[in-house]
Nanobody
Framework: QVQLVESGGGLVQAGGSLRLSCVGP????????MSWYRQAPGKEREFVAY???????LYADSVKGRFTISMDNAANTVYLQMNSLKPDDTAIYYC???????????WGQGTQVTVSL
């Protein structure tokens, strides 16, 4: 069953900001490398960022310097702060563990981010 729930997406003007949230069971969020992924229409799902259990982070080149991934262990929540948004950031954003599961039942609905001109 799906155990991770994404929220915080919406419609925003280019240059604006959004903060996405991902809530899940503590045994997952506190002990696994957690990642954000995104999928634009007609494209495959791609890696955006991850944060490991030591709070080390890694970002895709396309979002480096604009996005920040963080973890609130007390709230069992992974965040993705997105600044300076571009139309090319438009996608459905998903959170999950790293590496990405191949089982489709382990992915939720994601949260839609739409960036307008």
């Amino acid at each position: 069953q799906v155990q991770l729930v994404e929220s915080g997406g919406g419609l925003v003007q280019a240059g604006g900001s959004l903060r996405l949230s991902c809530v899940g069971p503590r045994p997952i969020t506190s002990s696994r490398t957690m990642s954000w992924y995104r999928q634009a229409p007609g494209k495959e799902r791609e890696f955006v960022a991850y944060i490991d259990t030591r709070d080390d982070t890694l970002y895709a080149d396309s979002v480096k310097g604009r996005f920040t991934i963080s973890m609130d262990n007390a709230a069992n929540t992974v965040y993705l702060q997105m600044n300076s948004l571009k139309p090319d950031d438009t996608a459905i954003y998903y959170c999950n563990v790293w590496p990405p599961p191949r089982d489709a039942t382990l992915w939720g609905q994601g949260t839609q981010v739409t960036v307008s001109l």
